[in-house]
Nanobody
Framework: VQLQASGGGLVQAGGSLRLSCAVS????????MTWFRQAPGKEREFVSALRWGGGNTYYADSVKGRFTISGDKAKNTGYLEINGLKPEDTAVYYC???????????????WGQGTQVTVSS
């Protein structure tokens, strides 16, 4: 399984980005896709997850109402729409795929390489 994350960048506070995560090498519909982020000097933290089969979505409290996770089965690609960006959202964002939903990074075997999001105030 290979994951390719993209879409990060430098934006001003209040701006928006759409991150993408392209998955190859495995039946995408059986996975949970999860986004994590890691800021400098901090641990990797859960952001959002999509239970692909049922369409259930999950969000960290810090991003509820601003972030939206979705996926395109035909393209084997997941997305994270980020609105209302804040300086504290600055981090490397990682996508991961797993067989079951978890907010713990240790439960995920397959990871994308990460994409940098930097928010200026």
């Amino acid at each position: 399984v290979q994951l390719q994350a993209s879409g990060g960048g430098l934006v001003q506070a209040g701006g928006s980005l759409r991150l993408s995560c392209a998955v190859s090498g495995r039946a995408f519909s059986s996975h949970v896709m999860t986004w994590f982020r890691q800021a400098p000097g901090k641990e990797r933290e859960f952001v959002s997850a999509l239970r692909w089969g049922g369409g259930n979505t999950y969000y960290a409290d810090s991003v509820k109402g601003r972030f939206t996770i979705s996926g395109d089965k035909a393209k084997n690609t997941g997305y994270l729409e980020i609105n209302g960006l804040k300086p504290e959202d600055t981090a490397v964002y990682y996508c991961a795929v797993g067989s079951s939903y978890s907010r713990s990074p240790s439960e995920y075997r397959f990871w994308g390489q990460g994409t940098q999001v930097t928010v200026s105030s």
